[in-house]
């Protein structure tokens, strides 16, 4: 990252939040923290079943772990921080740790994307091409598809932030969310942003947009295929779709409306940061599992085995 303005006179900045209200962010905390925790522990589960269970070795259920460490990585960027600020009186972030949450918000974010990417072409080729799946989605194709999605993480980030550490911040300081959202924070720049608010809508804004619009045309390519037989596998298959198609909405919808369409109440784009950053996240683990039989299967073999493990000691 580059190094930060020397003309910037902020230090840090002040985060308005949910509410002022103190009764209101005694709630909020608890709430918050109650579903960072299930974030952590849902996510943990899925992580350690795929490595431990046997059953769960094949390339959907290793981007599936993969995608759960995406989402621990990407909650803890921000989540901590506004737990924390729900018992402060005054929020305020470093001009540094402003940048560094955008910073790993966005790589982790992309990469996300990217992997939701991956786990489609999975899906595609385990049902358009079943006898070439083996072959296909090889080792090297799950390590290669892997790579990429780091490596679109930190090109979509760095793209965008090499830009924004090197902005002169002289003026307002008070970003109305509650942890430090890239566009809210480049407009408080004390000069011309309009081209980097481009590149963020662009970076951002599209990316999620043409990422959503290849996705959903696979869906419905594959739903096509699996209208076209009938059988317990074919079920099986739709209930698979079904929870990544769902995953799939609850992650781009909200982006798309906050980079493309953004909305001019402040109280809407608050409710989106929200449900982007920490209730897409919570119900991810839920999805994956409820719908996924052989999931449910393998984290209660991992808990019989740690209750059995624990009464033999």
């Known amino acids: 990252m580059a190094i930060l303005n020397k003309n910037s006179n902020v230090s840090e900045f002040i985060l308005l939040g949910l509410s002022s209200s103190q ?6 905390f608890a709430i918050f923290i109650l579903v960072y925790v299930a974030i952590i522990v849902g996510n943990l589960l899925i992580i350690i079943s795929v490595i ?3 059953h769960l070795h094949s390339p959907m259920y290793f981007f599936l772990a993969n995608l759960s460490f ?11 921080t506004v737990i924390a600020d729900f018992l402060r009186k005054r929020k305020t972030i470093s001009l540094w740790g402003c940048m ?3 910073y790993f918000m966005h790589f982790f974010g992309g990469g996300e994307m990217s992997l939701l990417i991956a786990m489609a072409i999975d899906r595609y080729v385990a049902i358009c091409k079943p006898l070439h799946y083996q072959t296909i989605m090889n080792h090297r194709m799950l390590i290669g598809f892997l790579v990429l999605s780091w490596a679109v993480g930190f090109i979509h980030t760095t793209s965008q932030m090499v830009f924004t550490v090197g902005l002169p911040f002289c003026g307002p300081n ?19 942003t309009y081209n980097l ?16 619009i290849l996705l959903a045309i696979s ?39 906050i980079y493309i369409f953004p909305f001019n109440s402040y109280s ?3 409710f989106l940061s929200v449900f982007y950053t920490i209730i897409t996240l919570f119900l991810n683990p839920i999805i994956y599992t409820l719908r996924n039989q052989e999931m449910k299967g393998a984290i209660k073999r991992l808990c019989s085995q740690n209750i059995i493990s624990c009464l033999d000691t």
């Open 219 to 257: 869906y419905i390519i594959m739903f096509i295929t699996l209208g076209q037989h009938s059988s317990s596998a074919s079920s099986k298959a739709v209930s698979t779709l079904s929870a990544h198609i769902t995953v799939v909405i609850l992650l781009f919808g909200p982006a798309i409306l």
């Open 100 to 102: 560094v949450q955008m």
């Open 197 to 212: 608010e481009l590149l963020v809508i662009a970076d951002s804004g599209l990316l999620s947009l043409v990422c959503f």
């Open 70 to 80: 995406f989402d621990l990585c990407f909650s803890s960027a921000a989540t901590p």
């Open 268 to 270: 809407v784009d608050r």
């Open 174 to 192: 008070v970003v109305d969310s509650i942890f430090c959202d890239l566009p809210l924070v480049i407009k408080l720049a004390c000069t011309d």
């Open 52 to 54: 431990f269970d046997n």
């Open 23 to 28: 009764e209101l962010q005694l709630l909020f």
